[in-house]
């Protein structure tokens, strides 16, 4: 079956830096993305990976290991409006996206 | 670019009434649109995929009687959930596919539904 995990929820302080994590097992992959989403609003795109390294945009950035079916995002410079939710998702071999559940995080002053 | 709306934001009904719920990618055309529904504290769940003057591929699941998907221009899909039940009540966002990024998805703002 297809999968995808990431931590259920995780807290982190202003100024910071955090790394959120995703594993998948896909049949087929067509690249992974993550997305942000504020409670009550639709996801909004962050980022992209379909080759393995490290793209960096801003404030954030994502890694991928096809070989490990891993990827992470990177949050630098924490501010109170990265609390969100952060969803991993992978597109298969159907173009379809796998949804993981996404990763609450917490920011604390 | 690559903007889609919802309309209705949110809306409140009652059981066994149906509601209509438009999703429109307003600067481009969506080759494919993509609606989900999302459940309090849930990720993401697909329930159909459809591509214009098509019939919708609904997800293991998924009633395609209860949910009904037009997607008749490149524009414009609707989701009509039939016979509302108070369990039907979430959060239902739409995507599109065919903006700028080929496979990426734009998302919709959400339609909150209430079924009382």
């Known amino acids: 079956g297809q999968n995808i995990d990431q931590p259920t929820e995780m807290t982190a302080t202003e100024g910071a830096i955090v790394q959120i994590n995703c594993t998948y097992q896909t049949s087929g992959f067509n690249g992974l993305f993550w997305y942000q989403q504020h409670a009550g609003e639709a996801p909004t795109f962050l980022s992209y990976n379909v080759l393995d390294g490290l793209e960096e945009k801003g404030r954030f950035s994502s890694f991928l290991s096809r070989s490990k079916g891993y990827s992470y995002l990177l949050l630098k410079e924490l501010q109170m409006k990265d609390s969100a939710s952060y969803l991993c998702?992978?597109?298969?071999?159907?173009?379809?996206?796998?949804w993981g559940a996404g990763t609450k995080l917490i920011i604390k002053p | 670019g690559a903007v889609v709306s919802q309309h209705p934001s949110w809306v409140i009904c009652k059981s066994g009434t149906s509601v209509k719920i438009e999703c429109r990618s307003l600067?481009?055309?969506?080759?494919?649109m993509f609606w989900y529904r999302q459940f309090p504290k849930q990720s993401l769940m697909l329930m159909a995929t459809?591509?214009?003057?098509?019939?919708?591929?609904?997800e293991q699941g998924v009633e395609k009687d209860k949910f009904l998907i037009n997607h008749a221009s490149l524009t414009l899909s609707t989701l009509t959930v039939t016979s509302a039940h108070p369990e039907d009540s979430s959060f239902y966002i739409c995507?599109?596919?065919?903006?700028?990024?080929?496979?990426?998805?734009?998302f919709g703002p959400g339609t909150r539904l209430t079924v009382t």
């Open positions: 459809s591509n214009e003057g098509s019939k919708a591929t609904y």
């Open positions: 600067d481009f055309q969506a080759t494919t």
């Open positions: 995507s599109a596919t065919g903006g700028r990024e080929l496979y990426e998805q734009y």
């Open positions: 998702a992978v597109m298969d071999s159907n173009y379809q996206l796998i």
